[in-house]
């Protein structure tokens, strides 16, 4: 057995005897016969396991070859573009291939990309050597060789319309239909080069799961056209990763359009009760108070907002901030809600609470029974309770309960009208106003009391005194 022979046997790699022999050859060639057979062998063996891969998950920019076998899922259309100094127009078709591990975009450029049209078909399998590079939606691969491989079977379905479940990082050309579970405004920023640019985000959920979607530059205005429960297609997507969670993002080759469409999301949300420390978790129920919106400064000088609210469903309640552009959501007392992705934290008096920040989503459920001391009346055993609960499956009757029930001060005069003067009364709500008077709102009436206790916004109080001039003066907060 030859030098050549010895190296290719310990060779695990998909390339024949004679093609591993001209490549040694023509390695020690290219040294100028500083190295001999064995030794161009080994390097030859050396360059050839860089560059086989496992899956297409595994192809990096940083690479100078990828070789891998995947199956063709969406052949994109002919592009000519000029090259300087060139009289010859150049051509490029872009073709995305995956497999198992994932998918990528593999450009097709000049003569590749005429046989491209010609002989290329959605569902067929390749193996495909070229050179990995970050492009514009994710790593792509520069196409050098590329053959059928008819006997290689990936399980991958080639469909005109994806899931959220079936997303992968890399993949583009997709769309996707979905509800709108939340949107956001549309902001500017200045590029690099001086440019302005635009993004918008949504949030669409379908049978699976659901994908926060950024629109760019152009396509940023069309978030406005639309709000939580509209049903849409994101049109020529590609998927990005950003602190762990996959997106679907939006250029101006892409769109995003109203469809007529069935589609059913349901979140599977945590009973209130069964939250915990550190979770990141979806929770739904009727709200039962909330707060003003509140201004801040931040460190480094721009001014922040929050609005705190509290959520009820038939396990128990707690309090929910709401972080930014989530505070100007238009809910009251009794208004349904679903949160998604919510971080459970400590707050105050050991109390756990809910930050509902950027990367969450606040939708508002449409409900027959109302808001605010109309919701729930005298329909309590009905089905009104869940009428906007029903598409999302956000607490089951539970919320509905929430809304219905007795408060804890209910058993006190607070609903049989507005209270004598000199009756003495207690009042439990929240601090929606801090200062003087302190105005505490239960989910339906509000009250001023007049205290020298100290008391924080947000925080849950029971006040106990004598109503005069419309106000409760409080001998006792607790």
Not at 291 to 306: A, C, L, N
Not at 435 to 451: F, K, Q
């Amino acid at each position: 057995m030859s030098d050549i022979e010895g190296v290719y046997e310990d060779l695990e790699a998909d390339v024949s005897l004679e093609e591993f022999r001209e490549a040694v050859e023509a390695k020690v060639e290219q040294m100028g016969g500083l190295a001999d057979e064995e030794t161009a062998a080994m390097l030859i063996a050396h360059e050839i396991g860089e560059s086989e891969v496992g899956g297409v998950a595994d192809v990096e920019p940083g690479m100078e070859e990828a070789k891998f076998v995947a199956k063709v899922i969406d052949i994109g259309e002919m592009r000519t573009f000029e090259r300087d100094g060139e009289d010859e127009d150049g051509r490029v078709v872009n073709v995305e291939v995956a497999d198992e591990t994932g998918s990528i975009r593999a450009a097709f450029w000049d003569d590749h990309a005429a046989a491209t049209l010609e002989e290329l078909e959605e569902g067929q399998v390749l193996r495909i050597k070229g050179r990995p590079k970050e492009g514009f939606s994710g790593v792509e691969v520069s196409v050098d060789e590329v053959e059928p491989d008819p006997d290689t079977e990936i399980d991958v379905q080639v469909s005109d319309t994806h899931t959220v479940e079936a997303l992968s990082l890399g993949l583009s050309s997709v769309n996707l239909v979905g509800v709108v579970l939340d949107t956001d405004s549309v902001r500017t920023f200045d590029r690099d080069d001086g440019s302005e640019g635009k993004v918008a985000n949504l949030v669409v959920g379908d049978s699976t799961g659901r994908i926060r979607v950024t629109m760019w530059d152009e396509r940023a205005e069309q978030v406005t056209e639309f709000g939580a429960g509209d049903t849409v297609e994101v049109v020529d997507g590609y998927v990005r990763e950003r602190d762990g969670s996959l997106e679907l993002h939006v250029g101006n080759r892409g769109a995003l359009e109203a469809v007529d469409a069935d589609v059913e999301y349901v979140p599977e949300n945590v009973p209130i009760e069964d939250v915990e420390i550190g979770q990141t978790v979806d929770i739904a129920g009727v709200v039962r108070s909330a707060d003003p919106k509140r201004t801040f400064d931040r460190d480094d000088g721009s001014e922040g907002q929050v609005r705190n609210i509290r959520v009820q469903d038939a396990t128990g309640d707690i309090r929910v901030a709401l972080w930014g552009e989530k505070a100007d959501t238009d809910l009251g007392p009794g208004d349904e809600v679903a949160l998604a992705d919510v971080e459970i934290q400590d707050g105050w008096q050991d109390d756990l609470e809910a930050s509902a920040g950027w990367q969450s989503t606040v939708t508002v459920l449409d409900s027959e029974a109302g808001t605010g001391a109309d919701a729930g009346d005298d329909d309590a055993d009905g089905d009104d309770g869940n009428a906007g609960l029903s598409s999302f499956a956000a607490g089951g009757d539970g919320a509905s309960t929430a809304a219905d029930e007795p408060s804890a001060d209910d058993g006190g005069d607070a609903d049989s009208g507005e209270p004598e003067p000199g009756e003495e009364i207690e009042f439990t709500g929240v601090v929606v106003q801090a200062g003087d008077p302190v105005v505490l709102d239960d989910g339906e009436t509000t009250m001023s009391v007049t205290t020298e206790t100290t008391v924080g916004l947000g925080e849950e109080i029971t006040a106990r005194g004598v109503v005069r001039d419309g106000r409760l003066e409080a001998s006792d907060v607790f």
